[in-house]
């Protein structure tokens, strides 16, 4: 039989047993080293009890599904609905992104993603730009036409669609214009304006950057209010976090910009007179997953709670639906080597299990060869097969915030929580992130991070395997990188010609009344321009048509330009 | 011209094309100002024309060309276009995501270096200083042989 418990003697055991741990691990250790995580946060080698303010009070996680949502934001999370599994896609013509979606479909994926050519990013048409560079980073798509071809045998009533699409939406209007031509409802269509965040792509993704800061805050309030109203299912404010992770951003700074970002937004709509609850539900977020394990396993788990009070207390929302932090996320390209690339599905793997654990609710897994090329079939196989061995192997779905609770896991989710809400109140106290980025403060701070990456890996001090430790002869690097994948010349060279065909084709004076309805929108503060691009997209613009008219109605800008 | 000490390399950092991913360019731009080098930086985008006329009246020995997104299909049209306005003498550098064989066709047309990801930004300044110190006296017997 045990004795009577004693509190005051355990206690007295417990400290014991601290200093002889303490003692032997300083005899032991050597040379200690310096550890902080990339955000700046010290590491200590152990933690207990004493690290964690919440241990021993009643619930202090409280549940999945309820606020503050920090151990998830559905009652069931990954045990009932596990996420959606959506890989990037987009290369070559039409037909060539249609041959690999459906096969993508058919292993697994479960909804559509749609990457276009750097040109329609751009807001370019095909025969503005080198044509060696067409479709060798995603779709070539101009028009209408195109997307019915992209998107054949794809039920627009069921299927989820993202599209990597910046403002002024152009791929949005030609998708509705395609779903009007097959009879589908406005209603029923889903998915998601991928990064519609036009304040990341002024900072870390000059790629997106078409229409001026002020030209672009007008046309994505457009773009909320009018698929509020007409394509309620659809996800309109992306906010991205992921453009300024790549660029450098610390984890911590990287979720504090977005937050900003989102409430930079959310405050915009309000000004409009929207009503939080009305477009909020709409928010998504999408983040950048780093090697950094349990830093990234914080980061989603501290967002997720300073998002939730943001929307009911800043924004004065009062819908559970507005305080759910949704986020897809994508495993990053930049701890991906060149050397060595078998390595990276390991990687991968856990950058995966990072955000799995994160309580994503969308996975993009990179492909291995992604650090030299556009993936190719091989390394896309390989990216959902992670996916399904993760989810379906590993078991790590069977139980909701398996790192919850955890000394560790609970001190740096409150420690990137303090961090987080100290970079947001420097863009606060700059004007709100508008202001810090037409300032150039945000490009600044994430510039002066990606040096700091830079030097910590130049100098051996972050380890990179096969880069600057455990390097192998160049002739074995080379023998696993497979050969890259290009699209075919005649084919594009054909799909150009076509275009050709299709742009002589049309009535002159058809394009430019199409073009003045446009002008008339953007002139007018109280059209929704949007709306003008979707009626152009039906009258048959081209994507370069569009951009081009609202660049010279609603301004071009330049990145600001300093190293 | 002295080739001493005193030398300051004078290099463009910049990106042609359609892609916009700028991390690369703008810390090999930051890394070359640190290592003492005279840094004429641009946002992505520029044309080859551009580059071109920028090279020209800047005067640089170096011309790197960051690339991420397949923009380095168009750097052997650079390449004609800088010996095409008589600048054969200056270096030109490519870094950035490229395939082993796509490497091959860019040393082909004159490219002096491909910097693969995992370069130390150390290796990429010592190396550009040295094909900048080329390029002075490659210019300077372009100058006396004329």
């Known amino acids: ?563 | 011209m002295s080739l001493d000490e005193s030398f300051r390399p004078r290099v463009l950092v910049t990106k042609i094309g359609l892609d916009g991913h700028d991390r690369g360019s703008r810390i090999v731009a930051a890394a070359c100002r640190d290592a003492g080098m005279e840094v004429i930086y641009t946002p992505p985008w520029q044309t080859i024309a551009a580059v071109v006329k920028l090279a020209l009246e800047e005067d640089v020995d170096v011309v790197g060309i960051s690339s991420l997104a397949t923009d380095h299909l168009i750097v052997p049209k650079l390449m004609a276009a800088l010996r095409d306005a008589g600048l054969g003498h200056m270096r030109v550098v490519v870094g950035g995501i490229v395939p082993d064989d796509e490497e091959a066709m860019l040393l082909k047309s004159g490219v002096r270096r491909v910097f693969h990801p995992g370069s130390t930004m150390d290796e990429i300044t010592t190396t550009m200083r040295e094909y900048a110190r080329e390029a002075r006296r490659a210019a300077a017997e372009q100058e006396s042989t004329r």
């Open chain 1, 1 to 563: 039989m045990n004795k009577p418990f004693d509190a005051p003697l355990a206690a007295a055991a417990a400290a014991d047993a601290r200093s002889r741990w303490e003692r032997d691990y300083a005899e032991s250790i050597g040379t200690e080293r310096k550890t902080e995580n990339v955000s700046g946060i010290p590491i200590r080698p152990l933690y207990g009890a004493d690290d964690w303010a919440g241990y021993g009070q009643p619930d202090p996680l409280g549940y999945p599904g309820q606020p503050d949502y920090t151990r998830g934001i559905y009652a069931t999370m990954h045990r009932g609905r596990t996420w959606t599994q959506r890989q990037l896609v987009g290369l070559g013509t039409p037909a060539d992104y249609n041959e690999r979606l459906l096969g993508i479909m058919a292993r697994g994926a479960t909804a559509v993603s749609l990457i276009p050519c750097n040109s329609v990013y751009r807001g370019y048409d095909m025969d503005s730009v080198e044509p060696e560079l067409l479709g060798t980073c995603g779709v070539v798509l101009d028009n209408t036409d195109h997307m019915d071809r992209c998107l054949e045998g794809v039920d627009l009533n069921r299927i989820s669609c993202a599209l990597n699409d910046p403002s002024p939406f152009t791929l949005l209007a030609f998708m509705l214009a395609v779903a009007e031509r097959r009879g589908v409802d406005w209603r029923h269509v889903t998915g998601t304006s991928n990064q519609s965040d036009y304040l990341s792509h002024h900072v870390a993704n000059h790629m997106f950057y078409r229409l001026s800061l002020p030209g672009a805050r007008r046309v994505l309030l457009d773009h909320i209010a009018f698929c509020n109203e007409k394509v309620p299912r659809w996800n309109p404010m992306s906010v991205v976090g992921q453009h300024m992770q790549q660029a450098g951003a610390t984890p911590a700074e990287a979720m504090a910009f977005t937050l900003s970002t989102a409430v930079q937004n959310a405050e915009d709509c309000i000004g409009r007179g929207m009503e939080p609850d009305q477009f909020l539900p709409r928010f998504t977020f999408f983040f950048d997953i780093s090697l950094s394990f349990f830093e990234e396993v914080a980061k989603f788990r501290a967002g997720r709670r300073i998002w939730a009070r943001l929307a009911r207390e800043r924004l004065g929302a009062k819908k559970p639906a507005s305080w759910r932090f949704k986020f897809h996320a994508q495993t990053s390209g930049v701890d991906l080597t060149r050397q060595q690339p078998l390595n990276n599905i390991a990687r991968v793997a856990v950058q995966a299990m990072a955000g799995i654990f994160g309580g994503l609710q969308s996975l993009h897994t990179d492909a291995y060869d992604e650090a030299f090329q556009v993936p190719g079939e091989a390394g896309a196989r390989i990216a959902v097969a992670t996916q399904n061995i993760l989810r379906e192997e590993a078991h790590l779905t069977d139980v909701i915030d398996p790192l919850g609770g955890s000394f560790y896991v609970e001190s740096l989710t409150d420690a990137m929580e303090e961090k987080i809400l100290a970079i947001m109140k420097t863009v606060d106290d700059a004007g709100g992130m508008y202001a810090a980025v037409e300032a150039g403060l945000v490009q600044r701070m994430i510039g002066a991070s990606a040096l700091r990456f830079q030097q910590r890996v130049d100098s051996g001090e972050q380890t990179v395997v096969g880069v600057n430790a455990y390097r192998a002869a160049a002739e074995d690097d080379a023998a696993t990188r497979p050969a890259v994948e290009r699209p075919d010349p005649a084919e594009m060279r054909a799909h150009c010609e076509a275009f050709a065909a299709w742009k002589a084709s049309r009535s002159p004076a058809a394009v430019g009344a199409a073009l003045d309805a446009l002008s008339r929108a953007a002139d007018d503060p109280k059209a929704n321009v949007f709306s003008a691009v979707v009626d152009g997209a039906r009258a048959g613009l081209s994507n370069e048509e569009i951009c081009a008219r609202l660049r010279r109605d609603l301004g071009f800008g330049q990145p600001l330009a300093f190293v």
